[in-house]
């Protein structure tokens, strides 16, 4: 029963890594594309073609660069990660003294007195491997599961990051394609806070924060977000003398 529990515990926080990748996504792609839908919206006069090639073009520019991005922050974490466990094998092994030290200066800072430390110390030294194992989880903080993530996880990582940038870029840019002017804008801006809402009640609800707090706040942001994009297009609209042709 007890070993169950356990794995369904690593399994709610594999998803949850998932899920970080998921609302970051989505948090993102919405945040920035209602900026930029408002801020074309009102440089082009409420050209509905124009928005659509620049929702798109940021649609895809932003999935490719938020999907390499994580492709390649989760390579370096491996590696950095392996370089440390691989540091800490060689101490252990080398030195022992030294991850002893380092293991009970670690139990000593979570509350153990230094006589009960020791005699932990000194049940993990009888196997080299524990010693290492403790001395790298405890003393320098690695994980080993994090040095041998698979390339195969990095991958999905970066599917799932990209995946849902565009999902949260496309939906700005949705009311475009069937109606025009300031109907699109409002519309536009009505569907982010809506997602976003969501997003942000989702993320107060996995950090144990007020969901309806964090909704509201992720929603005031989008607002801004789309006001002052909206602001900045039309006085680089006036300011540039608007040369491009409105209409939808």
Known sequence: MALVRIAQARSRIDRGSRVRELVFGLQDALLATVGLVAGVDGATQQNSKVVIFAGLSHLVAGAVSMGAGEYLSSAAQRRVVAAATADARRIGEAEPYVA???VMEALQA???DRASAYRVVGLLSRSRGALSTMFQAAALGVSTEEGTASRREAISGALVMAGSFAFG??????????IHGIAALI??????????????????RLSADNPLR??????AIALGAGGIGYAAGVIISALAGHTVPSGG
């Open 169 to 178: 870029a496309i939906l700005p840019v949705l009311p475009y394609f069937f």
């Open 110 to 112: 979570e509350g153990l």
């Open 100 to 102: 002893q030290e380092g």
């Open 187 to 204: 519309l536009s801006i009505a569907i982010a806070c809506v997602a976003i809402f969501l997003v942000g009640a989702a993320i107060g």
């Open 214 to 219: 964090a909704a509201a706040e992720f929603s």
